[in-house]
């Protein structure tokens, strides 16, 4: 969705998608626009993907193939879905609109399924 955003004689565009309830999922046909703004990785993170053994580039992989995304019961905060190496991971992200930026500040392996 574009919203002109006006600032006293100047305008600009923004494009924001309409933030869903938590929990709620969004279109996996139509990836959110903030996914493709440039990442930047919380402390956190780093130390969990150090710790759990993924690298930046699994991380990238799994946004890029991702199947899910939904909003988290934490305000402003967006769970990936992904798959890779044959392991299924969550991924939180904080995007930041003013800044055009999005945070990862999670990433964890989820359970393994009896499939």
């Known amino acids: ?39 930047h990785f919380s402390d956190h993170v780093g130390e969990r993907m150090l710790e759990r053994g993924l690298t930046e580039n699994d991380l990238r992989h799994i946004l890029a193939h991702a199947r899910r995304y939904r909003r988290s019961p934490r305000p402003g905060v967006y769970l990936v879905n992904g798959r890779v190496h044959g392991q299924k991971w969550a991924i939180g992200l904080c995007p930041d609109a003013d800044q055009r930026i999005v945070t990862v500040v999670t990433a964890y392996p989820l359970p393994r399924t009896g499939r």
């Open 1 to 39: 969705m574009t919203r002109p955003v006006v600032s006293g004689m100047v305008s600009a565009l923004r494009v924001l998608d309409p933030p869903p309830r938590a929990g709620a999922a969004l279109s996996p046909r139509r990836k959110p626009a903030w996914l493709r703004w440039e990442l």
